[in-house]
């Protein structure tokens, strides 16, 4: 017998549900944490607690380091420059306020002398309607 042939007798032997019920679908089974290694790292100051938080902070904050750029592009402003220590937008100058002020002034004289206009023409139609009812 060949050594291939004996590793597929004992794959076959361990997930023999007479042996082992349920041996292969065993190991398929989900887990409610991920595994924690055996020997925990200096990081974790050898406890599993430790362990967790930082893990849970670091996801947190990679969560964050994208999400806030998405969600800030939802709202039209993307940014200039990705890193680890955040996203960076660009500045508005103070030329760029001046001009959009500048624009915003104009369209409110724009709309003022809209209103006015229409302001003569309905004082005008009403003139002429109460002279077609007089009539």
């Not at 409610?32 to 947190?60: D, I, K, M, Q």
């Not at 002034?105 to 309607?129: F, K, P, V, Y």
Request: net charge negative; with cysteine; glycine share 8%.
């Amino acid at each position: 017998m060949t050594s291939r042939s004996r590793a597929t007798l004992a794959c076959l032997d361990a997930c023999d549900p007479h042996r082992h019920p349920g041996g292969c679908v065993g190991g398929a089974r989900p887990r409610s944490r991920p595994p924690t290694p055996h020997h925990l790292p200096s990081l974790a100051l050898g406890n599993r607690e430790v362990l967790w938080a930082e893990r849970t902070l670091v996801f947190f904050y990679g969560f964050l380091l994208f999400l806030v750029p998405i969600l800030k592009a939802l709202g039209g402003e993307l940014p200039i420059e990705l890193s680890t220590r955040g996203a960076r937008y660009a500045e508005a100058s103070d030329t760029a306020l001046e001009e959009l002020k500048a624009r915003i002034d104009e369209n409110e004289e724009l709309l003022d002398d809209t209103i006015e206009s229409l302001d003569t023409i309905a004082t005008r139609l009403q003139e002429e309607s109460e002279l077609d009812s007089g009539r």
